[in-house]
């Protein structure tokens, strides 16, 4: 071949081999440039006992998608589930402190699936300004509770699910203790001002010394430097293999529709997240949602803040699995 033709072949091929070596460049960076592309405002709903670690995840996650705004508010789960089915205020992802409320009041109208991802049980809290803090404990605290100069409270029912849990682990303890009458002992000594919207703000009311007790859970407890007293499997709701005792303590609580009512029943405490239909902002949930649920993302944060995680996070069965975006997917497994 002349030398005239070599030329003139490299230079037709030339073009070639230079879009070859972009290409290189360019397509391992195509994931990094997705992640730069995703932005705007992320909303969450969630339940107050979710504040603390969702608030580390919200600063690993906008480090890492620097063009997204996650925007949550906490509230009682059934209060932000209903932001969602009555008020129809816009939500990217609903997270609660207890899955039924996702299974009760959202689907099928408003999200498709609802993964458990973390448990947790409950708690007596107090301080050292609690009235008798220096001798309560797992055997005398019902006691203490119905003394007339003890103030204690706990969560609305209505609102959230920690005000009907707490109802339920003292029907529960009333039978573990075999003490008839104790439950409606306890409730006389428990003004309805008492009763407030949601588990954390009792939080302040315990540290200024304006209330002695509160029901909270474990993993508040531990985040906010509390004291308090665990109480028996029996009785926290904390322990699965007991759910067919806790079913035994119930709660009514208002319905899915204005007027109506429904009866809670007990069940060991599991949380859940569900992504909405019409979420705004789809492609920055689904980022959000696989941080959150990863073994060395999100569920470290609780694991690490005294709530244990489901590693993997399940769903009930294969056809909700299949419902999951294909980035969730890999991080969940079916079971009950």
Not at 222 to 230: D, E, M, R, T
Not at 267 to 288: E, H, Q, W
């Amino acid at each position: 071949m002349k030398k005239k033709s070599r030329r003139r072949l490299f230079l037709a091929v030339l073009p070639v081999f230079a879009l070859l070596a972009a290409s290189l460049v360019i397509f391992p960076q195509t994931g990094a440039a997705k992640d730069q592309q995703l932005s705007g405002t992320l909303t969450m709903f969630h339940a107050g006992s979710l504040s603390v670690p969702l608030a580390a995840m919200e600063k690993a996650f906008e480090s890492k998608y620097p063009g997204v705004d996650l925007q949550r508010e906490a509230a009682g789960s059934q209060k932000c589930a209903r932001k969602i089915s009555d008020l129809g205020k816009p939500c990217d992802i609903m997270a609660s402190a207890d899955y039924k409320v996702i299974d009760k009041l959202l689907i099928p109208k408003y999200a498709d699936w609802n993964v458990r991802f973390a448990t947790n049980q409950l708690v007596l809290c107090y301080t050292d300004k609690s009235a008798y803090a220096d001798t309560v404990n797992a055997d005398n605290w019902h006691e203490i509770l119905q003394k007339k100069d003890v103030v204690w409270g706990h969560s609305d029912p209505n609102l959230d699910p920690c005000g009907y849990r707490s109802l339920m682990v003292i029907q529960l303890a009333e039978k573990k203790l075999n003490k008839p009458g104790l439950y409606k002992q306890l409730i006389a000594n428990r003004p309805k001002e008492n009763i407030r919207p949601k588990s954390v703000e009792l939080i302040s009311l315990l540290q200024t010394g304006n209330m002695d007790y509160a029901w909270e859970y474990l993993s508040v407890a531990v985040q906010h430097g509390l004291k308090y007293i665990v109480l028996p499997d029996e009785i926290n709701l904390g322990n699965y293999k007991y759910d067919d005792v806790y079913k035994n303590a119930f709660v009514e609580v208002t319905g899915k529709k204005p007027g109506t009512k429904m009866i809670i029943r007990g069940k060991s405490c599991t949380y859940g997240v569900t992504l909405i239909k019409n979420a705004p902002n789809r492609a920055a949930a689904i980022a959000f949602l696989e941080y959150m649920l990863d073994p060395e993302g999100g569920l470290r944060i609780l694991k690490d803040m005294g709530q244990p995680p489901f590693v993997p996070c399940r769903v009930p069965t294969p056809e909700m699995k299949k419902a999951l975006p294909a980035e969730l997917q890999k991080l969940v497994e079916v079971k009950n």
